[in-house]
């Protein structure tokens, strides 16, 4: 099939459009490092150059081009997506410690279990109250919490948040990247029952 013919030949911009989405499918299974943008100003360089070299000399081709333009956008696309990831959660919060929050959803989970959506808005650790505005997901298996506790309750309890990771299996579904899409990085198991706060009228 000649380029003309496939439809990269008739949608020129299209390659660089599956480049630049590949690239962050790539940047969101790996962290933000200075050696991806270092290697980015190389390949800007590096095609920057070859473009000038193949408008002074017409008869002058070189076939590595049309492959280090689409490598261009793959790590325009890498770096957007894990620098993306770095940035949306910015402000580093205490892992453990005594937290107010609004339960935003509330759903059945397995073991007995309720799966809640609450969106964080203090912590108070061993020296400070700190302001957050942090979405995390916590699991309760308290059966007389899981009656009384309904979405729009503000709640304090205490408890250890940790970070959702991967199992990393071949193939198997990349739960952290969806949560993080969410904009959710926490999760915590209460054993407690969690103590409902008062809401202004």
Same mark, same amino acid.
């Given at each position: ?33 200075? $050696? !991806? ?12 150059? /070859? @473009? #000038?070299?193949?408008? %002074? ?45 609004? $339960? !935003? ?12 959506? /609450? @969106? #964080?808005?203090?912590? %108070? ?77």
């Amino acid at each position: 099939m000649s380029p003309q013919n496939n439809i990269f030949g008739k949608i020129p911009f299209l390659r660089y459009v599956v480049a630049f989405i590949l690239g962050i499918l790539i940047g969101g299974e790996i962290k933000f490092q200075p $050696i !991806l943008l270092f290697s980015c100003i190389v390949l800007i360089a590096c095609t920057f150059l /070859l @473009k #000038i070299a193949q408008k %002074k000399k017409t008869s002058f081709k070189l076939p590595v081009f049309n492959y280090l333009t689409p490598l261009l956008f793959i790590s325009f696309g890498t770096i957007y997506s894990s620098y993306y990831q770095q940035t949306i959660f910015s402000k580093k919060i205490p892992e453990y410690g005594t937290y107010i929050g609004t $339960i !935003l959803e509330k759903a059945p989970s397995t073991r007995n279990r309720f799966k809640y959506s /609450l @969106k #964080i808005e203090s912590v %108070k650790d061993s020296t400070s109250i700190i302001l957050l505005d942090e979405k995390i997901v916590a699991y309760i298996s308290d059966s007389i919490s899981n009656e009384i506790l309904k979405p729009g309750n503000k709640i304090q309890f205490r408890t250890n948040l940790y970070q959702i990771t991967n199992s990393n299996n071949p193939g198997e579904f990349n739960f952290q990247r969806y949560m993080f899409l969410k904009k959710v990085r926490y999760q915590s198991y209460l054993k407690y029952q969690p103590e409902i706060l008062p809401t202004k009228s």
